[in-house]
């Protein structure tokens, strides 16, 4: 029942990236995710054939006739290989895709906070999560239940569970970010302000040399040296 989970968790995460590339996701459409989300539908594929029912059945059937297409397709033939890469290699691909984001992005170093924020706790969530599914408490769960629907419903739980976990871990991560981002600008700003009121107030602390100097600007050259020959003559 292990591979139900496994199934769930791959077709679950790749049908939401693949929504995201499709649909978009804040207006915008993740072109980042296409291989993430190749990688994670054909994970699911390969779960899924592993499934003693008939999705499985369907599932390696579909996997037989494209693997004895692509050895007569060179293109196919790249296309599945690239498919069973992406497979085994989706959360780098996920970091590729937070790194694309912030490269479209019109405010870089925002857009890179943010991204190491959610990515950061959305694998951090989900190491915490495998440790426990890894955990000899529950395979001693797992080996001590002899009931199949309990199985299949377990393994729904851990599949489901895996992926509301990233979720919820990725959406915190992100809005400790945006936090993080908005905490930086407010002190970015309390910083201009005192500088600003310093050079007002120097400004008001000295009128009679502004007026002195706003009153040397309007004499002509003439007016000045007039003023000049008056202030040697009385001296």
Same mark, same amino acid.
């Given at each position: ?32 995710? &296409?291989?993430? +989300? ?38 196919? /033939? ?16 996920? &970091? ?9 992005? /019109? ?63 990725? =959406? ?13 600008? =407010? ?15 120097? =400004? ?7 007026? +002195? ?15 000049? &020959? ?6």
């Amino acid at each position: 029942m292990l591979d139900l989970a496994v199934f769930l968790k791959a077709a679950t995460f790749g049908g939401r990236n693949a929504d995201k590339v499709v649909n978009g996701s804040n207006g915008h459409h993740d072109e980042g995710r &296409v291989l993430a +989300t190749t990688g994670q539908l054909t994970a699911a594929g390969k779960a899924a054939a592993k499934l003693d029912n008939i999705l499985g059945k369907s599932a390696q059937a579909a996997i037989d006739v494209m693997c004895k297409t692509s050895q007569h397709n060179k293109a196919l /033939d790249y296309a599945v290989k690239g498919a069973n890469w992406a497979s085994k290699h989706v959360n780098p691909l996920l &970091v590729g895709a937070a790194g694309y984001r912030v490269l479209v992005a /019109d405010k870089k170093d925002e857009a890179l906070k943010k991204e190491v924020c959610g990515m950061s706790a959305m694998f951090g969530t989900e190491a915490l999560m495998k440790e426990f599914l890894n955990s000899k408490y529950l395979k001693d769960v797992h080996a001590n239940m002899n009931n199949k629907y309990a199985k299949a419903a377990l393994a729904v739980i851990e599949g489901l569970g895996f992926v509301a976990g990233s979720i919820a871990g990725s =959406n915190v991560g992100y809005k400790v970010g945006e936090f993080y981002v908005n905490q930086t600008k =407010n002190r970015e700003i309390e910083q201009k302000v005192p500088e600003k009121k310093i050079s007002e107030e120097i =400004n008001k602390l000295n009128p009679l040399k502004n007026e +002195t100097a706003k009153g040397e600007e309007a004499l002509s050259d003439d007016e000045l040296g007039s003023v000049l &020959v008056r202030k040697d003559v009385i001296a």
